[in-house]
């Protein structure tokens, strides 16, 4: 039998919640994490299955070790970064209650905040002075066949852009929503 394995998932940057339950889930069926990699590549070795707590935060802090020593102080063991998401591990046995690294709903819409201005804001410029102006140009102004691939390529982003600010907007709200309600 195998001893590693890697699977690809999906998760979006509003999804951290879902993303820590799954390698939750990994470690308790025999499966340890080891890192993701490009392309969202999940890898894991066999390990003896435990119940452990993955948890993820987002904070492209300017002094990472005094950041990552925080969490090594509390018990947390520092995996790695990927796209701004800190991941760490800790295990159950070894937590007092619902530890979690957010201990407050504050830090955790915080966290939020620190993801938008991270990840989706840097966005916004590319689809508002690139994407968009093209897209708002009359259809006569296209002659040749590479300005329709052009237009082809500029509608693709458009679409794609437009998924990424309506989805990620609706998931953030609902998790901001969410949060405020506790």
Known sequence: MKDTKTEWKFFSIADWEKEEQYLRRQHQNGWKFTGVSFLMAYHFVRCEPEDVVYQLDYNPAANKQEYLQIFR?????????????????????????????????????????????????????????????????????????????????????????????????????????RLQRK
Request: hydrophobic share 50%; net charge neutral; with cysteine.
């Open 73 to 177: 102080d509390c018990g947390w063991e520092y995996l790695q970064d990927y796209v701004g998401y800190s991941y760490f591990r800790k295990p159950a046995s070894a937590m007092q209650g619902e530890e979690a690294i957010f201990s407050d709903d504050a830090s955790r819409l915080d966290m939020l905040r620190r993801i938008i201005k991270g990840r989706l804001l840097p966005l916004l410029p590319i689809f508002l002075l690139l994407v968009l102006p093209n897209l708002l140009r009359p259809l006569s102004a296209y002659s040749t066949p590479v300005e329709y691939a052009l237009l082809a390529m500029f509608l693709f982003l458009g679409v794609v852009y437009t998924f990424i600010f309506v989805y990620f907007g609706w998931q953030f709200t609902k998790l901001y929503n």
